[in-house]
């Protein structure tokens, strides 16, 4: 369910940037960026340039989809709730999810060192999510999760189960792993 939402005007230009986690148990939150436009109105701008005004972390009810039509809704609505004091006419934009497959990556580490690594590469308009654990002890205990667009990073992350020396195999918790930057 994490996604990058893309708002444009009428004009062409970016208007917004909203992003979604879901990366604790029952808990989303989500940070949006709204521009501006570099030039004004009387001005002719081909290039489309704006520049950011405003970043804010905010915090969603969480909620389990039942298809992709209900999340882009549901993202529509929160854009709406969101910047729609700074939107002329909400029905006159462009609402763009990314179709590139982004990559994310995590740490796994507690207490007892790293355990491992964890891949995430995910396409969410094409619905598709791919996981890999990289274990840090053995390349036996690595382990491939294939996955939709409804189901959260952390819920496929809490499937893999983690091995150490003679030992039963764990789960993965949010507070064991930490995030590397997004790469696309």
């Known amino acids: 369910m994490d996604r990058t939402l893309k708002v444009y005007a009428k004009t062409g230009h970016l208007f ?3 992003e979604f986690w879901y990366e604790k148990h029952n808990d989303a ?4 960026t709204s521009f501006r436009r570099l030039y004004s109105d009387e001005e002719e701008d081909e290039s489309k340039s704006v520049y950011p005004m405003d970043e804010r972390d905010f915090y969603l009810q969480y909620r389990k989809f039942n298809t992709i039509d209900d999340i882009k809704q549901h993202d529509i609505d929160v854009i709406r709730k969101e910047l729609g004091r700074d939107m002329t006419d909400p029905r006159g934009y462009d609402y763009v999810y990314d179709a590139d ?26 619905n598709v999510k791919e996981v890999k654990f990289l274990s840090a002890t053995n390349p036996r205990y690595d382990m491939d999760i294939s996955s939709d667009s409804l189901e959260s990073h952390m819920q496929c992350m809490e499937r893999i ?9 764990i789960a993965l918790v949010w507070y064991d ?5 997004v790469w696309y």
């Open 101 to 126: 497959m982004v990559l994310t990556r995590y740490v796994a580490e507690s207490q007892r060192g790293c355990v491992g690594m964890v891949n995430i590469y995910y396409s969410f308009l094409d």
């Open 161 to 169: 189960e983690v091995y150490r020396d003679r030992e039963e195999p």
């Open 16 to 18: 917004a940037e909203i």
């Open 177 to 181: 792993l930490k995030k590397l930057p």
């Open 29 to 32: 939150r989500g940070r949006y």
